[in-house]
Structure formats: C-alpha cells, structure tokens
C-alpha cells in the first residue's frame, strides 16, 4: 500500500548532526515533490524542507537554513534529512510527506509515522 | 510568508454536536486552503484540499467552505472518533506551505 516510513531519529547534543530517512512505497516516488515538517513537543506543524521531484530544487524554512539538508534517491526510493548544528529548538517529531500535486492542489496527501529527534545534552 | 490564523484554539463539544472552526490567511489564497486532522500520538492526516474537495476515505460528515481569505471547517454531528487537533494549510504561495496554529477538539 501507500506509505512513507521515517527512520534515524534520536538523541543528540546540541551541535551534533543526525540523518533521517524516509522510504516510501507503493507510488512512483519519482513523480512527487516531498516535504519534512516538524512538530515540537506540544506545539503545531512547522514546513521545514521541501525538494522537487527530480532533486534539484531544495527549499529551506529560515529556521534550519544553512543547517539542514534535504536529499533524495529516486532510484532508492528514499527521502534524507541531513540535520548538522543541532539546537534545543530542534527537538520535535519529524515527518516525511508526499505534496500531492496537481490531484490535491500541492496538499500534502501521504505522511509517515514520524521518528523523533531531542537534541539536549 | 503568508500568515494563517485559526479560530478558537480550542473548543469543547458533545458528540452529536455541529462543529465549525475558522482560518483566516493574511492575504488572499483563492481557494488553496487545505485541512487536517491529528489524533493525539498520531501523524496528521488530509481532510480535505482545495477549500472544498473530501479527500478519499474522509467521512461527509466533514465539509469545508470560504474563498480569499476566510475559510471553514465543518464537522456536521461530532463523532468520539473526531475528537483531534485540527490545522488548516496555504498550499498558494509556497515555500513555505505554512500552517495555522490549531484547533484542538475535546470532549465537553
């Protein structure tokens, strides 16, 4: 079936660096724009990154620009995160999500399960 | 960045009762104003898209409505299983798509 599973999330100090993942199946990958939008803990959705569907278009909310890098492998089928000088502010469960396109009007139509970064020491 | 405001943040209700929750964007988004909804320990999960249009497997009991700027989420007679966190989004001018605050449902 259709799904994005997320994956690399955990511990971290403030500075390090953390990956995630995100594996999709059961779509054409390739076709998609793909997004990470984070949740603090107790507080609401916040678009972090976005990359179009042949990878070489990559937006950055201000909050993580410069710091993060979003990536992915169409042959893989598999959406990155690469997260570098992380701070307290980080921490929040990151989700990988599908832009539906043209069917949705660029809605966001499939979401993972989340994986969940703290960033303290 | 286009600035999205809901209304209330949260709310109490009954089951059975008709629910609505407003957003209201910072400048005009035509009709690119899409809604989800969050179970609490659970990814969100798209209502509906284009003001108006149910996405696939969503209940009728949920319906949406506005233009521009004001928009509104209805649920026609609460169920215990919609009991959530709603968050309206502007998928008009993007990146990024931003999201309004919340409006968390519970039970009266």
């Known amino acids: 079936q259709v799904q994005l599973v997320e994956s690399g999330g955990g511990l971290v100090k403030p500075g390090g660096s953390l990956r995630l993942s995100c594996e999709a199946s059961?779509?054409?990958?390739?076709?998609?724009?793909m997004t990470w939008i984070r949740q603090a803990p107790g507080k609401g959705l916040e678009w972090v990154a976005y990359i179009s569907s042949s990878g070489t278009i990559p937006y950055y909310a201000d909050s993580v620009k410069g710091r993060f890098t979003i990536s992915r492998d169409n042959a893989e089928n598999s959406l990155y995160l690469q997260m570098n000088g992380l701070r307290a502010e980080d921490t929040a469960v990151y989700y990988c999500?599908?832009?539906?396109?043209?069917?949705?009007?660029?809605?966001?139509?499939?979401w993972g399960q989340g994986t969940g970064v703290t960033v303290s020491s | 960045d286009i600035q999205m405001t809901q209304s209330p943040s949260s709310l109490s209700a009954s089951v059975g009762d008709r629910v609505t929750i407003t957003c209201r964007a910072g400048?005009?988004?035509?009709?690119?104003l899409n809604w989800y909804q969050q179970r609490p320990g659970k990814a969100p999960r798209l209502l509906i898209y284009a003001t108006s249009n149910l996405q696939s497997g969503v209940p009728s009991r949920f319906s949406g409505s506005g233009s521009g700027t004001d928009f509104t989420l209805t649920i026609s007679s609460l169920q215990p299983e919609d009991f959530a966190t709603y968050y309206c989004?502007?998928?008009?001018?993007?990146?990024?798509?931003?999201f309004g605050g919340g409006t968390k449902v519970e039970i009266k």
């Open positions: 059961g779509f054409f990958f390739r076709d998609y724009y």
């Open positions: 989004q502007q998928s008009y001018s993007t990146p990024p798509n931003t």
């Open positions: 400048q005009s988004i035509s009709y690119y």
């Open positions: 999500a599908r832009d539906g396109g043209a069917t949705t009007k660029d809605a966001y139509d499939i």
